[in-house]
């Protein structure tokens, strides 16, 4: 049976690696973040722990098997990660998140059946994969053909959908978008991460979405606005 070390010390490494992980979705602004990915992981090695404990408890009167109520934590996960995907026109967003979710429950689940090897390395690699892949993957594609658009509005809805509707017709992929409002004049600005099939559609993407009525401004970032 466990001691109370050996629970508070798997339960403060899950609380660790699932906060490294969450720690760099919270760093790119991602839905689920910091306290969702220790919540996550955390809860996972205490179902683990008390999957194991009922094992210990129960084996001579009942057969209980620990990986049962770990496969059930696996396939629960999928929908907290479900809620973190979202449709914005033809791209699809959260996917990532999802994933680390995913990943993040079965650290936990590892650190709560003492698997802390796999735990280790599976956390440095999930860590290697967000950080540094996502530079390479930009490193591989030319630079230029992923770009902010900031755009300035009125904030109403249909110019929002008429925006998207535009960068469409350009087959522009929407990876990411953010809204600011901007205090002084109560406008807000708009900035949809683009990857664009050609580095040639800057200046027609931005003609016209600056013929779209209620946009005041419309930029590259980097660009004053």
Same mark, same amino acid.
């Given at each position: 049976? &466990?001691?109370?070390?050996?629970?508070?010390?798997?339960?403060?490494?899950? @609380?660790?690696?699932?906060?490294?992980?969450?720690?760099?979705?919270?760093?790119?602004?991602?839905?689920? %973040?910091?306290?969702?990915?220790?919540?996550?992981?955390?809860?996972?090695?205490?179902?683990? /722990?008390?999957?194991?404990?009922? @094992?210990?408890?129960?084996?001579?009167?009942?057969?209980?098997?620990?990986?049962?109520?770990?496969?059930?934590?696996?396939? %629960?996960?999928?929908?907290?990660?479900?809620?973190?995907?979202?449709? @914005?026109?033809?791209?699809? /967003?959260?996917?990532? $998140?999802?994933?680390?979710?995913?990943?993040?429950?079965?650290?936990?689940?590892?650190?709560?059946?003492?698997?802390?090897?796999?735990?280790?390395? $599976?956390?440095?690699?999930?860590? @290697?994969?967000? &950080?540094?892949? $996502?530079?390479?993957?930009?490193?591989?594609?030319?630079?230029?053909?992923?770009?902010?658009?900031?755009?300035?509005?009125?904030?109403?809805?249909?110019?929002?959908?008429?925006?998207?509707?535009?960068?469409?017709?350009?087959?522009?992929?929407?990876?990411?978008f953010s809204i600011k409002k901007k205090s002084? $004049?109560?406008?807000?600005?708009?900035?949809?991460?683009l990857k664009l099939v050609t580095n040639r559609?800057?200046?027609?993407?931005?003609?016209?979405?600056?013929?779209?009525?209620?946009?005041?401004?419309?930029?590259?970032?980097?660009?004053?606005?």
């Amino acid at each position: 049976m &466990f001691t109370i070390t050996h629970i508070t010390i798997r339960l403060l490494l899950a @609380f660790i690696l699932g906060g490294l992980v969450g720690f760099e979705r919270e760093v790119h602004g991602r839905v689920a %973040g910091l306290r969702t990915h220790i919540l996550v992981c955390l809860g996972s090695a205490l179902i683990m /722990l008390t999957s194991i404990h009922m @094992f210990h408890l129960y084996r001579e009167i009942a057969t209980i098997d620990p990986s049962r109520i770990a496969a059930g934590v696996i396939m %629960g996960i999928g929908f907290l990660g479900a809620g973190t995907i979202m449709r @914005f026109r033809a791209s699809v /967003l959260g996917l990532t $998140t999802a994933a680390s979710l995913w990943v993040v429950a079965g650290i936990g689940l590892a650190i709560g059946s003492g698997f802390y090897i796999g735990a280790y390395v $599976t956390t440095a690699l999930v860590l @290697f994969v967000l &950080f540094f892949l $996502t530079k390479l993957e930009r490193a591989l594609v030319r630079k230029d053909w992923y770009k902010i658009l900031a755009v300035e509005t009125k904030g109403h809805a249909q110019q929002l959908t008429d925006i998207r509707s535009t960068l469409s017709e350009y087959k522009a992929e929407i990876r990411d978008f953010s809204i600011k409002k901007k205090s002084e $004049t109560n406008n807000v600005v708009v900035e949809l991460d683009l990857k664009l099939v050609t580095n040639r559609q800057d200046d027609e993407i931005l003609a016209d979405v600056m013929r779209i009525k209620g946009v005041e401004k419309v930029n590259w970032q980097g660009d004053e606005i």
